[in-house]
């Protein structure tokens, strides 16, 4: 095995001086101050694009940040948009309804328009991802529903939902409202 020794500038201090081993003139000083002087200047002018580049990259970064804002405020502003030319087919139905003289409705064309008003606004809110939480039957999951009360039942078993207070919404599996629910538990 042979041992290899890497030269450093410490071990041969010549190699860094360009007049090693003979005597500088003053042309030979000229001539070396000038090329040092065009490398401070070409670095110089290097450093001056790099800076110019990051400015410009800072206004591009600026421009689209200040782009972003301005399309997130106008998506806010009209996110609801289409749910709102939805429900004005709902409104629309309201107000036919009510377009009917008092003395010619009958308690059954009321009842009628109500439900198709009511089937009209379930479209509207699934078209939109808006679901019913109906748990009639089902066991009780706090994660979607919200107990008010417990009956003891022998017909069901516990942790049952018995009864059905108020039916709750969730938006694309995110809880809107709880259904409020009354749960069976043990008739002991």
Not at 76 to 96: G, I
């Given at each position: 095995?042979?041992?290899?020794?890497?030269?450093?500038?410490?071990?041969?201090?010549?190699?860094?001086?360009?007049?090693?081993?003979?005597?500088?003139?003053?042309?030979?000083?000229?001539?070396?101050?000038?090329?040092?002087?065009?490398?401070?200047?070409?670095?110089?002018?290097?450093?001056l694009q790099?800076?110019?580049?990051?400015?410009?990259?800072?206004?591009?970064?600026?421009?689209?940040?200040?782009?972003?804002?301005?399309?997130?405020?106008?998506?806010?502003?009209?996110a609801l948009?289409?749910?709102?030319?939805?429900?004005?087919?709902?409104?629309?139905?309201?107000?036919?309804?009510?377009?009917?003289?008092?003395?010619?409705?009958?308690?059954?064309?009321?009842?009628?328009?109500?439900?198709?008003?009511?089937?009209?606004?379930?479209?509207?809110?699934?078209?939109?991802?808006?679901?019913?939480?109906?748990?009639?039957?089902?066991?009780?999951?706090?994660?979607?529903?919200?107990?008010?009360?417990?009956?003891?039942?022998?017909?069901?078993?516990?942790?049952?939902?018995?009864?059905?207070?108020?039916?709750?919404?969730?938006?694309?599996?995110?809880?809107?409202?709880?259904?409020?629910?009354?749960?069976?538990?043990?008739?002991?």
């Amino acid at each position: 095995m042979t041992n290899h020794k890497i030269e450093t500038a410490d071990d041969n201090p010549d190699e860094l001086n360009p007049f090693a081993g003979k005597t500088p003139d003053a042309a030979d000083i000229d001539d070396e101050l000038q090329g040092m002087e065009q490398a401070v200047t070409a670095a110089e002018q290097e450093l001056l694009q790099h800076r110019d580049a990051m400015l410009r990259m800072q206004a591009e970064m600026d421009n689209l940040r200040k782009r972003l804002i301005r399309d997130q405020e106008r998506s806010r502003k009209f996110a609801l948009e289409n749910v709102m030319k939805d429900l004005l087919q709902v409104r629309d139905s309201l107000e036919r309804a009510l377009e009917i003289p008092a003395e010619k409705a009958s308690v059954e064309s009321l009842r009628e328009g109500e439900q198709l008003t009511l089937k009209l606004l379930t479209k509207v809110m699934n078209d939109h991802g808006l679901e019913l939480i109906d748990p009639q039957g089902e066991v009780f999951n706090p994660e979607w529903h919200e107990a008010v009360a417990m009956l003891p039942s022998a017909e069901v078993a516990e942790n049952t939902v018995l009864n059905v207070m108020q039916k709750g919404f969730r938006l694309h599996d995110r809880l809107i409202r709880p259904a409020m629910v009354v749960v069976a538990k043990n008739p002991q």
